[in-house]
């Protein structure tokens, strides 16, 4: 027989579960969910729906470095092209400064010299006017996508910049245009002496006899025609030096014309990663992109050239730790000199590891260098390689990608063949807990390691969270999907609760705090770079979100109840528009789902639907009548309103009674 009504109330908290069974979900973790998407487990109770992103930059990231074009004086349909690190393809569309029109390349239209970084393409229409020497060009049509991107902040100098590598070239921003980064700096080079004609040319005034010009860099002289490139690496001596270049000099230059390099060639690089260091007062940062030598640079002025040995030629990871630069290519642990970037000399103090397999990752942990490789975990300790220490942390839980070491709170999260684990340190001196941090979604975790080839990861700093991000090539953005976790107890895995993120399709990212702000930035396959946690759209799409409660069985699952009402407890931070569905008994075939009761709902906006009771900040009460009777309720919630700000989703309070016995 029915009694009186009675209370269950559900408070919010545990994220994301799907190890359980869906009876010991809703008796044991009625708060959790079964579906989260795009909310995340708050620091401060329920679930809140996640910021969105919008552009960092309203200009994409240029492609193909820097091209103009070679020569003035060109008409028709044949353009030559200079500065160029690769190949255009047939379709490719393009304009050039000071010449009306786009223009399209016909079909087999490019003859390309990756040695002379040189083009001469045929156009499907005639050039409206004849363009300038080193008019600049720039295509319009070009997907490549960005191998690189850091956000480099300066403490000393309270300046930042983004850094973003793409097409063999470095580019900077502050959130305005991107300028090309990419020059090497040897000084204020100058030709030394007139008359010099043909393809070698006469030069002074490079800073170092040891750090020369490399082969591949571009430079302009003043006053003479044309883009040259370098082919071969000079002896220099005092500074002098005679350079091998294509092509020949256009005109004889003037003596102590003004050399300008443009790029360095840095083509060829699959992922670049980028570590920050201070030897000298100057903090700069420096990257690795698996195929080139590092490069380093600073806020201002080009690059340099970390040629110093070839044993770090093609080095893939690469951090700071105790005043050296530490470089993994394969299985070798390379790193300098102290405070000597470019010093690589055992006698000053260089020197190698060799690691069991292929490294994957290098990180500071406190006083140590943890260094992961594909299959083990090892910890250097030491200030120089007097008194350098390589010991084992782990031999059998490596980890398998890369750019998903980061640190939480902390601690180190990482993604191993198992799952996602997190490396802390214990109460006990030189111990570490390894513990598995993806417990609760496991299957998930999973099945998302085989669907994606392409994996990043980035830390939202401000709300301990930790987000893991997959990337498929010519994939929709709401295809693309990812989890976040949020710690809640510091130095245990067990302390995170995950939530699903779908519609951020991100293959490089980057966050960094300042001192006053926090920059998370990711780019996808369209050429532009995006400012995480900002907005409330994804660059002008709707945040799609769903909370779905598990099955609860409201203290009983035997027992048949009536269910009345379900008041939801919000703290919106806007407007919030949704619909509330109920599902009773785990949706079987044979179970009749309520006809009536939910729907949707609005919150501080100008319609509202149904039963809606609100009141103002910080809680806003949703009263949603119900019928029907179940033995195990579910709450789905649904939000798609277009624009809508970030809320938390914090309590909910069910309004039922009990009838018989099952």
């Known amino acids: 027989m029915a009694t009186g009504w009675e209370a269950f109330p559900l408070e919010l908290k545990g994220g994301l579960v799907s190890n359980m ?158 300028t090309n980064k990419s020059a090497p700096d040897y000084g204020s080079v100058l030709v030394a002496g007139g008359s010099q004609t043909g393809a070698t040319l006469d030069v002074d005034a490079i800073t170092s006899d040891t750090y020369v010009p490399h082969v591949g860099d571009t430079f302009s002289i003043a006053g003479v025609e044309k883009v040259y490139t370098v082919l071969a690496a000079p002896t220099v001596t005092s500074g002098a030096a005679t350079v091998s270049i294509y092509p020949s000099l256009a005109t004889s230059p003037a003596n102590n014309a003004i050399i300008t390099f443009l790029s360095a060639d840095l083509t060829g690089g699959t992922r670049g990663r980028f570590a920050n260091f201070n030897f000298s007062g100057t903090e700069r940062v420096v990257m690795v992109d698996g195929t080139n030598y590092p490069i380093v640079s600073g806020i201002t002025g080009g690059v340099s050239i970390l040629d110093g040995t070839t044993d770090i030629l093609a080095a893939s990871v690469v951090t700071e730790f105790s005043d050296h630069l530490f470089f993994g290519k394969g299985s070798n642990l390379v790193f300098n000199s102290p405070f000597s970037e470019n010093d690589f000399s055992v006698a000053n103090g260089g020197g190698t590891f060799r690691l069991p397999a292929g490294i994957t990752g290098l990180i500071n942990f406190r006083d140590k260098l943890i260094i992961f490789t594909t299959r083990s975990i090892h910890q250097l300790t030491g200030t120089s390689v007097a008194d350098f220490s390589l010991s084992e942390i782990s031999t059998d839980l490596g980890c398998s990608e890369p750019d998903t070491i980061q640190e939480v709170g902390g601690d180190i999260m990482y993604l191993g063949v198992d799952g996602l684990r997190f490396l802390g340190a214990t109460a006990r001196i030189g111990d570490f807990n390894l513990s598995l941090a993806s417990r609760t979604i496991q299957d998930e975790v999973n099945t998302f390691r085989t669907t994606y080839t392409n994996i990043s990861t980035v830390v939202v700093r401000g709300k301990s969270q930790y987000r893991i991000l997959g990337f498929t090539e010519g994939a929709t953005e709401a295809s693309s999907t990812g989890y976040l976790g949020t710690q809640f107890t510091d130095q245990e895995a067990s302390g995170f609760n995950w939530g699903k993120t779908t519609g951020i399709k991100a293959y490089r990212t980057t966050s960094v705090y300042t001192g006053t702000e926090e920059v998370i930035l990711f780019s996808g396959e369209t050429g532009y770079v995006y400012k995480m946690e900002d907005g409330n759209t994804f660059d002008g799409t709707t945040i799609e979100a769903s909370f779905h409660t598990p099955f609860m069985a409201v203290n009983d699952p035997r027992l048949r109840k009536t269910l009345y009402k379900a008041t939801t407890y919000y703290d919106p931070e806007g407007d919030v528009s949704g619909s509330l569905t109920f599902k009773y008994d785990f949706q079987r075939p044979d179970v009749i789902q309520p006809i009536s009761g939910g729907g949707t709902f609005s919150v501080f906006g100008a319609d509202i639907y149904n039963t809606v009771a609100y009141g103002g900040k910080p809680e806003t009460v949703i009263e949603t009548n119900a019928t029907g009777s179940f033995f195990t309720v579910s709450l789905q919630y649904e939000f798609t309103e277009a624009g809508d700000p970030p809320f938390v989703v914090d309590t909910v309070l069910l309004e039922y009674s009990n009838n018989d016995r099952k």
């Open 21 to 178: 069974s869906r009876l010991q979900q809703g008796l044991k973790a009625p708060g959790s969910a079964r579906v989260l998407v795009n909310f995340e487990p708050s620091v401060k109770g329920g679930y809140r729906r996640i910021n969105g992103f919008s552009k960092y930059s309203s200009s994409i990231v240029p492609v193909f470095g820097e091209p103009m074009v070679q020569a003035s004086g060109q008409t028709g349909t044949t353009l030559v092209l200079s500065n160029l690190f690769t190949t255009p393809v047939d379709a490719d569309t393009f304009t050039i400064d000071g010449v009306a029109g786009t223009y399209t390349i016909a079909t087999s239209g490019v003859s390309y010299s990756a040695t002379n970084k040189e083009a001469t393409l045929t156009l499907t229409t005639s050039l409206a006017t004849s363009p300038a020497d080193k008019a600049v060009i720039t295509f319009t049509n070009k997907t490549s996508n960005i191998e690189g991107l850091h956000h480099f902040y300066d403490s000393t100098s309270s300046s930042g910049i983004t850094l973003a590598y793409r097409d063999g070239s470095i580019w900077s921003s502050t959130g305005s245009a991107w």
